[in-house]
């Protein structure tokens, strides 16, 4: 299905604003941005005014705005990377698309400027195959197709509610590793979408994401805030633990979940060893939380995002809960936000 | 021993066979030579046994007809598939060395975008050699690669990988369509380069091609049977597909890895799409059936060889799928058969490959408690290893990160960690340490770097102490 057939007001671009200026960053963007509808959040802990250039078909949300809908004791949901979460919350569209604002578009092999929203679009409206690998990729893709021993069963698919993009130049390593290869920089362009099978587990990162808010709009949530989370990629897990409830709801409920294409450009910033300090309260946590994640089995009962999510929240409360007060908090915010969703998120 | 930044592949010339299926002639090798020269093949000559089949000059080889066939396996020789290219399975098995190789004869050296031929064997060497990454799936594909890493969020405990069992690398220009597929599409042509290597997720199925395939015959090699294909067969061209399943469900269980994506190689010959048909026509509904029973085969924990798995999988397969056909119970048979036949032609047993990169005589310990302070010597010859040790602490979890770097098991008290480490190919040691007594404390990454480099030093309290960085000369 080409992205024609989808009409652009069914999209929304969240982006959350961590910087104030966001003039280049919205200019590189142009090309691929202004034939949409922009959501921009402010982070409520930003002072500074946004500097957003003409041109753009947008709504800006701030603190203020964000205290009106939720309340301020709710607000801090909502603090620094999470603030697109509040994006997610008001849109009334379809399918999401969310890069970070210290992204620009990349080029592919050819040299020619990525569209980062159309493939997504693209990833978002063919099927995903998450229960039988296909090893030449996505097989919907031009000049690709199932191979050889591919059951015919399962070529149709299922519906893709997630695409989950990558970076090229400053990938999204944590800060460990990036503070051991300083020099590393992402050069390698792979030509390639494929689905991540059902029940393994990967790293969902938040810069650059879209899916399908109809479909897991309340599955994405900003739950797990680190006590010292800070302002830097490396300073959060929240898209980490966000992506892996999302990847079980995605099994639970017979969705798909895309990874590859497409690339975006990822700038510098930031010191990696300062981030080190921090970080290891992430790193540490989720070592607790893979066997929790791989081996949560949701009930039938749960057949929308928001049960899935109340059910999560249950099973994280009793299995996680009692290791870490932090765990705690985040089933609490599950819960919570699915009653927000009900209430602000639907129309 | 010690590893430089890039290290030089091994060539593994003595370690690894070269197994080739072939009916009519091997002209293809011509444009492999400079690849394959220094590698022993093993030719496994299917069809007509009297014909003769001109290996070209300057290849060391064993070759192998029907009438070797039989001879050597006597009665169990049942077991092995004729008409087909299923017979190169023989190949695995009376082969001594640890990797298998195995090509078509209609397969040929590819360039990258670049432009460059690509060395399919040394792609796939690297990927055999690196761990897989089965339980986690990093979205920057494999994190041994040069210039890739795991990504942010990527369990710590579970970096070390697991070994590599099988290479499964693809095909440009013609692809591994099957018949339908073929028929629908006659002219379409895969130029798409996916530079990944990628490990296939434990509980997933795939379906492997053995066009291009590599893998580890002391890990694997008795589950790689390619079943009862070709003449007096219901069926053909599912023979690597009977085999990937199998291979899949047992390296889940074991703990092993399979890799898919490079290398690449051109495949130039389209067979004909209703040949194919024919031979693929049962395949196409009963894999409808196969593919569940493969989803849902359990093996008990007492399987703990692949012999046993392969066994264990022997007496399901004609427990549940013969009832869909007759078929199943010969092939449970012959996989009964392949087992015996493979540990006769294999007397010391299917040995488990101990740890990843094999055993080293000449491996060296470090011992890391060693004080640069009180000016020991120590045992190691640290200024000959170029390492870098990022550290980092917390109260009660250390994450280690030595670039190269081997270390004592003692301090590995963690049960989730084996007892020794060895370096990776890359340099590389991953490390979780859970003791309290063994913290390494990071000041600054700064001040690793702008200290003069020779040792270490080991608090027992989690306080900041005089930290001084590893950095030695390249030997």
């Known amino acids: 299905m080409s992205q024609a057939n989808i009409e652009k007001s069914e999209i929304d ?90 992204c620009v578009p990349a080029r592919d092999n050819n040299g020619s400027l990525v569209d980062a929203v159309a493939q997504h679009i693209t990833n978002l409206t063919t099927p995903a195959t998450p229960f039988f690998f296909n090893t030449l990729y996505d097989p919907y893709c031009k000049g690709a197709d199932f191979v050889r021993g591919y059951p015919f069963s399962l070529r149709s698919g299922v519906t893709c509610a997630l695409s989950c993009g990558l970076w090229l130049n400053l990938a999204d390593y944590d800060a460990p590793t990036q503070a051991l290869k300083p020099e590393q920089r992402n050069s390698r362009y792979v030509d390639a979408v494929l689905t991540v099978p059902a029940r393994s587990l990967m790293p969902v990162s938040g810069i650059n994401i879209a899916f399908s808010r109809e479909l897991l709009g309340p599955a994405l949530i900003p739950a797990l805030r680190l006590a010292g989370e800070g302002k830097l990629r490396w300073e959060t897990v929240e898209d980490v633990w966000s992506g892996m409830c999302a990847k079980v709801i995605c099994d639970h409920l017979g969705l798909g979940v895309k990874t590859g294409l497409p690339y975006v450009w990822r ?68 819960v919570e936000w699915v009653k927000l969703w009900k209430k602000v998120g639907s129309s | 021993m010690a590893g430089t930044a890039v290290s030089p592949i091994p060539l593994l010339k003595d370690e690894l066979d070269i197994v080739i299926p072939t009916i009519r002639n091997l002209d293809f090798l011509e444009m492999w ?82 432009g460059q031929e690509i060395n399919a064997l040394e792609q796939h060497i690297k990927n055999l050699l690196c761990p897989a990454t089965p339980f986690f799936f990093n979205t920057l594909y494999d994190p041994y690669r040069e210039g890739a890493d795991f990504v942010r969020g990527y369990p710590f405990s579970l970096r070390e990988g697991a070994p590599t069992a099988v290479s499964h690398g693809l095909w440009l220009n013609i692809p591994d369509y099957d018949a339908p597929t073929q028929l629908v599409k006659p002219r379409e042509r895969n130029t798409r380069y996916v530079d990944a290597v990628m490990t296939i997720p434990k509980g997933t199925l795939f379906p492997m091609c053995g066009m291009n395939l590599a893998f580890d015959r002391e890990l694997i090699g008795p589950a790689m049977y390619f079943g009862l294909m070709g003449d007096g067969q219901p069926i053909g061209r599912y023979d690597d597909m009977w ?36 031979k693929e026509y049962k395949g196409i509904y009963w894999q409808e059936e196969l593919i569940p029973f493969f989803q849902s085969v359990v093996l008990p924990k007492d399987c703990t060889s692949v012999q046993k798995c392969y066994l264990e999988l022997s007496k399901q397969v004609r427990a549940k799928l013969g009832k869909v056909d007759e078929y199943f119970n010969k092939l449970a048979d012959a996989m009964v058969t392949w087992i015996e036949a493979w540990d ?73 960690t084996p007892k020794r480490h060895r370096l990776d190919p890359q340099g590389r040691l991953w490390l979780l340490l859970t003791d309290i007594k063994n913290i390494i404390v990071l000041d600054t990454l700064q001040q690793l770097e702008a200290n003069a480099p020779t040792g270490l030093k080991v608090r027992h309290d989690g306080k900041t102490t005089q930290q001084k960085s590893l950095r030695g000369r390249c030997p």
């Open chain 1, 13 to 102: 671009i969240v982006i959350g604003a961590l910087h104030s200026d966001l003039t280049a960053f919205m200019n590189e963007w142009k090309p691929v941005f202004s034939q949409f509808h922009l959501i921009v959040v402010k982070d409520p802990d930003l002072s500074a005014e946004l500097l957003i250039p003409e041109g753009f078909n947008l709504d800006v949300y701030t603190k203020s705005d964000i205290d009106r809908v939720v309340g301020s004791a709710t607000s801090i949901l909502f603090s620094g990377y999470s603030c697109r979460y509040f994006g997610y919350l008001v849109s009334r569209k379809k399918y999401i698309i969310s890069v970070d604002d210290d």
């Open chain 1, 267 to 334: 700038n510098e910033r930031g010191n990696a060893i300062e981030s080190l300090r921090k970080e290891w309260e992430g790193v540490k946590l989720m070592e607790e939380v893979v066997p929790f994640f791989q081996s949560v089995r949701l009930p039938e009962s749960a057949i929308t995002a928001e049960d899935c999510v109340v059910e999560m929240a249950k099973a994280v409360k009793e299995q996680l809960g009692q290791s870490d007060p932090m765990f705690a908090r985040a089933a609490e915010v599950m």
């Open chain 2, 33 to 114: 030579r400079p690849f394959f020269q220094s590698y022993h093949l093993i030719i496994v000559q299917d069809g007509d046994p009297s014909k003769t089949i001109n290996v070209p000059e300057g290849f060391d080889y064993e070759l192998y007809n029907r009438n070797d066939i039989n001879r050597i396996l006597g009665p169990k020789a049942s077991c092995i598939s004729f008409k087909d290219s299923a017979c190169r399975c023989f190949g695995y098995m009376v082969s001594k060395k640890k990797y298998i190789y195995t090509i078509d004869d209609d397969c040929f050296v590819a360039k990258n975008p670049s």
């Open chain 2, 243 to 278: 085999a990937g399943w199998c291979i899949k469900v047992i390296c889940d269980h074991l703990g092993y890895g399979v890799k898919t994506g490079l290398p690449y190689i051109w495949h130039s010959k389209a067979s004909n799409p209703f040949v194919n048909l024919k």
């Open chain 2, 344 to 416: 006769e032609q294999n007397p010391s047993g299917g040995k488990p490959a101990d740890m990843l990169w094999g055993e080293s005589s000449t491996e060296e310990v470090i011992d890391l408690t060693f004080d640069h302070e009180s000016g020991g010597s120590g045992k190691f010859p640290w200024n000959r290893i170029p390492i870098e040790v990022l550290l980092s602490c917390t109260a009660d979890n250390l994450y280690l990160w030595p670039r190269v770097f081997k270390c004592m098991s003692h301090l590995l008290p963690s049960p989730r």
